[in-house]
C-alpha cells in the first residue's frame, strides 16, 4: 500500500525567508501525482502546488516550488519569501491517477508558523 | 466559477442519531470524494463517487455511505453515530485530463455528544 510521511510535525520561519517542508512517498507505481496542500484555520484545503511523476521538471508556482526526486521518492516544498500568510497546516498527498480513484493518501502534516 | 460548496459548515449530534451531509461540486466536475479529518488519524479517504457510481471505497463500517445524484452532487450518510465519528469531514471534486486535481470544500464539522 502507498503511504505519505512527513517527518516535520513543526516548522517555523521568519517573514520574508525561505524554508522547505519534507515528504517521502512509498509506491510501486510509475505514473502518479503527488500535490501539496494548505490548510489553513478556515479548514479548507488549498491546493499549494502539483506534480505529475513522469515530469522531470519540478513544478513551480509563485513563490512556491517543489524538489521532486522519482528515484528516492522525495517530494519536498520549498516556500521562499515567506508570508504571515502562508502560516497553515500543509499536507503532501500521493494519487496514482486511475488507479485508485479519487483516493488521495495523504501525510500527517506539517503545522507551519511564520514568524514577523 | 463556484467552488465546492458543503452543507451544514456545522453539526452536533447525539450518540446514535444519524445524519446526512451533503457536497455540490464544482460545474462539469463528474468525481466527488469524501474524507474524514480527525486529529488522531488524520486525513482518511471515505468513498469516491463518479457519474453516480461508487468506484472506490475506504476502510470505514458500513454505517457510513455515500451517493450521488445526476447533478453530480454528493451526500454522505453516517448511522448509529458514535462519539468516534466526531471529526471535519470533507469532500473534492476533481477534474480530469489536462487540469487534473481536487478542489475541496470547507468541510462539515460533526460533534457527537
Known amino acids: 500500500a502507498q503511504t505519505v510521511t512527513q517527518s516535520q510535525p513543526e516548522m517555523s520561519v521568519q517573514e520574508a525567508e525561505t524554508v522547505t517542508l519534507s515528504c517521502t512517498y512509498d509506491t510501486s507505481e510509475s505514473d502518479y501525482y503527488l500535490f501539496w496542500y494548505k490548510q489553513p484555520p478556515s479548514r479548507q484545503m488549498i491546493l499549494v502546488i502539483r506534480q505529475e511523476a513522469y515530469k522531470q521538471q519540478n513544478a513551480t508556482e509563485n513563490r512556491f516550488s517543489v524538489n521532486f526526486q522519482k528515484a528516492a521518492k522525495s517530494f519536498s516544498l520549498k516556500i521562499s519569501d515567506s508570508q504571515l500568510g502562508d502560516a497553515a497546516m500543509y499536507f503532501c498527498?500521493?494519487?496514482?491517477?486511475?488507479?485508485?480513484?479519487?483516493?488521495?493518501?495523504f501525510g500527517k502534516g506539517t503545522k507551519l508558523s511564520v514568524k514577523p | 466559477k463556484a467552488g465546492v460548496t458543503q452543507t451544514p459548515r456545522y453539526l452536533i449530534k447525539t450518540r446514535g442519531q444519524q445524519v446526512t451531509l451533503s457536497c455540490s461540486p464544482i460545474?462539469?466536475?463528474?468525481?466527488v470524494s469524501w474524507y474524514q479529518q480527525t486529529p488522531g488519524q488524520g486525513l482518511q479517504f471515505l468513498f469516491e463517487?463518479?457519474?453516480?457510481?461508487?468506484?472506490n471505497k475506504g476502510n470505514f463500517p458500513g454505517r457510513f455511505s455515500g451517493r450521488q445524484f445526476s447533478n453530480s452532487r454528493s451526500e454522505m450518510n453516517v448511522s448509529t453515530l458514535e462519539l468516534g465519528d466526531s471529526a471535519l469531514y470533507l469532500c473534492?471534486?476533481?477534474?480530469?485530463?489536462?487540469?487534473?486535481?481536487?478542489?475541496f470544500g470547507s468541510g462539515t464539522r460533526l460533534t457527537v455528544v
Open positions: 473534492a471534486s476533481s477534474s480530469e485530463g489536462a487540469n487534473y486535481g481536487y478542489t
Open positions: 460545474s462539469g466536475h463528474r468525481s
Open positions: 498527498a500521493y494519487d496514482d491517477y486511475g488507479g485508485s480513484q479519487g483516493n488521495l493518501i
Open positions: 463517487y463518479f457519474s453516480e457510481t461508487q468506484r
